[in-house]
């Protein structure tokens, strides 16, 4: 076969060009010990993870391996991602964690399309599982920011708005607050008469006449009793 220098010092392994490490069938383990694993590089392409592509199915990239954590005191994250944004300038943007990448289903592809998907198997909870936990807080701040009008969303359990406990069991939506209302669609009487596709029980605020509307069969305002 063909050899290429491979310079190996005590501390490191230094090649010539391109290195493969792998490229078999075989299982390739790198750390394995109680030493820390440190993936580093300076290039502008940053670390590439490359699992195979093609009709395979199954997890491409497996964190854990399966296996469970028993840390009686403390927190244990299993991914941290600690890399802070300080730009004294300009307009640059970062982002801890971006999906990209094109959807293209062609042909009778029916499947449906997932970018992060939770489904973790719930056996025993004596606490609270909390599958998405949000606790920036800013007046800048986002915690879910949608900027595409023509994505829906669809929640099928109970939902509380202004409060950490848990909705009203008997409520789909329990909104709780002393200082703030509800906003309803505000829109001319011409606007509403637009809107298509109607469902008994539609609300929206009437600013040509300054009255809440509801539909039924028909549009009718909601007036002082």
Known sequence: ???NAVLMRAASIIPSQAFTLGGSSSTVTIGGSSGQVVLSTSNASGIVLNPYGGTVTGSKINLGNASNHANTSGTKNLVDITAGFNPA???GIFAALSVSGIISQTSTASGNVKGIVIEPTLTGILGTYYALEIVANS???KG???SGSSTVNNFVGSTA???TSAPVATALIDMVSTTKGLGVPAMTGTERDAISSLRAGLIIYNTT????NVFTTAWEAVTSL
């Open 209 to 212: 006449t300054a009255k809440l």
């Open 144 to 146: 879910v920011y949608q």
């Open 139 to 141: 007046t800048s701040a």
């Open 161 to 163: 708005f202004g409060t």
């Open 89 to 91: 300038s300009g307009t």
């Open 1 to 3: 076969g063909v050899s």
